[in-house]
């Protein structure tokens, strides 16, 4: 009899913690943002900022709207740098509080469009990094997308340069969908 107590409440506890797990944030979710930020980190050895990267002592990375990413940026800041200076990460709510920065990360959760952080940031030597469908269209230079079950960028070139970044080889060749804008 105590058996059969101890099998139940083993029971009862496992089908718990499934039922209760179901109503939990997906852990993927956090584990995709340590992806974005590793990615995003590292497309900063293949994007060349020109003279204007000089001109501030700090790397800022600036997250527009509310997002996941933010965590993993900040550990990645702790210890590494970006074109050989320290990376600071800001957060905004509104495209018109971003300050200098050399890359920024408009969030899927953020409420202003991808057009409105282009046509603000667009001919400035920043790269403009998103996670919503059809960035790259609207003029972001990298969009990160879910392709396959894997996280993928596409890349408007067209964007970047306009913008004065200029992107390598070594990172187009990597881009899923390459977008050109007139």
Known sequence: ??????????????ITLVVGSAFMPAQSNTEEYILKAAFLYRFTD???WGSS????EDFT?????????TDPLIEIAKEKK???????IKEYDNINDVGDCQILFISGNNKQDVETAVSKMGDKPILIVAEQTDACAK???????????????????????????????????????????P
Request: proline share 1%.
């Open 53 to 56: 990267s000089g001109q501030t």
């Open 61 to 69: 990375i600036a997250v527009l709207g509310r997002s996941g990413i």
């Open 139 to 181: 003029g972001a230079h990298i969009n990160f997308v879910i392709s396959d079950n894997k996280l993928k960028f596409e890349m408007n070139p067209s964007a970047a340069a306009i913008s004065g970044l200029k992107i390598s080889s070594q990172l187009l060749q990597h881009a899923i969908v390459v977008v050109n804008t």
């Open 82 to 88: 970006a074109q050989g200076k320290r990376i600071v």
């Open 1 to 14: 009899m105590k058996r059969m107590k101890k099998h139940i409440i083993l029971f009862v506890a496992a």
């Open 46 to 48: 293949y994007i060349d």
